[in-house]
């Protein structure tokens, strides 16, 4: 890797998670790079020593500076159409992120390990650990990492892994060129992140940068903007209503049809809901393609545990189930959840939602709002705007408020659900910590 870099200038723009892993990563290597962030003040660079580095820059970008450098390594948090980044571009600079020095790394190898990717607007995280789980279940070595939170330089630092499940977002697409992947998974393409990307298509086309490589294309057949627009080896379209990975019936009950043949009654997977039966089978397409055995995958699919903040049930008190989704950032999320749990709730659905929408649009949301929603509830920047959807919705000033309304007007059978369909800065660090205080406000409100 020295010699990639050998004689040149190399930036590491973006000290978040990923930054500081590929400064890290830089260094063992014996590259002495520049660093750099667009804020005054970041978290855990002190753990670098200043003379190691060429130097560290934060606040305001300097375009010239950056001009000077011969490789950029950009983190994905950081929009790659800021002016003084394609000013430097446009003087030659070559922009990559950490997935794509990743993947350089990976191809210098005589022998590298397998590695497969899943994106989508929705469930790429369950996907991605559930095909992990079904790897390590079928004794391969298996590691889940990209977006979902270890950064990919330092999952290369493990021993002895066998397969990289890689969790991959549309803005670590956008700087990722030369991965080889055994199996690409595209599960859905929702409207998000186009105050990022400014339109639908250009968000479609980073999504789709995830097959450029790819050996097996796994992708939705119900989302005309998964289906691959390039060629590719080999494809397979997942439906939960026909086809060689569906839900059929077998037996006298539903199971789960894969590659072809039934596999597991619905019944004894540990996920619900129609979308997890879904990402079910996207998972296991994904992980047959990288070894995994079929007993692998029905071990899996019964001992899976779910993500925190991805329809997770809160409690369950006097018949009336709480839930946390506050993984739903987008209303594609939020859509998949309603239509994943209200066949499971035999009384009232009521729905919590709100927060910054991203420059959304959610008249999607109108009519599943107004026919499978009972009480919608809102909050946050953009509550009012979802609000404004369903006659009788209610508008509350902050989560426990939510919570305090919605046990009041609920009974046995009755089903509360946590899916804002927005992401959660306007009030909230991240999505976690709106999941802990639903959590938390649901036990001090049923205490």
């Known amino acids: 890797m020295n010699k990639l870099f050998q004689g040149k200038k190399v930036a590491v723009l973006g000290l978040g998670v990923s930054g500081l892993a590929t400064v890290r990563f830089l260094l063992k290597q014996g590259v002495k790079p520049t660093l750099m962030d667009t804020r005054l003040k970041v978290s855990g660079l002190d753990a670098i020593a200043p003379e190691k580095v060429d130097g560290i820059y934060l606040g305001e970008l300097d375009a010239n500076r950056l001009a000077q450098m011969d490789v950029i390594l950009v983190s994905p948090g950081l929009d790659t159409n800021h002016p003084a980044i394609r000013f430097a571009q446009k003087q030659g600079t070559v922009l990559m992120g950490d997935v794509e020095l990743f993947a350089l790394c990976l191809n210098a190898q005589a022998k590298p390990p397998a590695v497969v990717g899943i994106t989508g607007s929705n469930g790429k995280s369950t996907v991605t650990t559930l095909v992990a789980h079904m790897l390590s279940c079928s004794g391969i070595k298996a590691i889940a990492a990209g977006n979902i939170g270890l950064a990919v330089l330092d999952a290369l630092q493990e021993n002895e892994v066998q397969v990289y499940v890689l969790e991959l977002s549309s803005f670590q697409l956008d700087t990722t060129y030369s991965l080889k992947l055994k199996a690409a998974c595209n599960l859905n393409v929702t409207e998000d992140h186009l105050d990022r990307h400014g339109t639908m298509a250009a968000y479609a086309a980073a999504k789709q940068r995830i097959y450029q490589h790819a050996e097996l294309a796994v992708y939705n057949a119900d989302d005309v903007l998964t289906k691959p ?13 026909g086809g060689d990975y569906a839900v059929v019936q077998h037996q006298g009950e539903s199971w789960l049809q894969v590659a072809g043949a039934p596999l597991l009654k619905l019944a004894e997977m540990s996920l619900v809901g129609r979308h997890n039966q879904f990402n079910a089978l996207s998972a296991a397409a994904v992980a047959l393609a990288a070894g995994a055995s079929r007993e692998g995958l029905v071990q ?12 997770a049930l809160v409690a369950n008190h006097n018949g009336v189930r709480f839930i946390n989704d506050s993984k739903a950032t987008n209303v594609g999320a939020t859509l998949a959840a309603i239509a994943g749990l209200r066949a499971e709730v035999s009384g009232k659905l009521i729905l919590i939602a709100g927060g910054d929408g991203k420059g959304a649009d959610f008249t999607e949301l109108a009519s599943v709002l107004q026919q499978q929603v009972d009480l919608l509830i809102t909050l946050g920047k953009d509550g009012p705007a979802i609000a404004a959807l369903v006659p009788g ?9 939510a919570v305090k309304y919605a046990a009041a007007h609920a009974t046995s059978g009755d089903l509360v659900l946590l899916s804002p369909a927005c992401a959660s800065l306007d009030m909230f660090k991240n999505y976690e910590e709106r999941g802990r205080l639903f959590s938390d406000a649901v036990q001090k409100v049923l205490a």
Not at 229 to 241: F, K
Not at 393 to 401: C, R, S, Y
């Open 300 to 311: 899996a699919l019964k001992t899976y545990q779910s993500l925190p903040h991805r329809c």
């Open 393 to 401: 919705a209610v508008q509350v000033a902050d989560l426990t408020a």
């Open 229 to 241: 627009v390039q060629q590719v080896p080999a494809e397979i379209a997942i439906s939960l209503n």
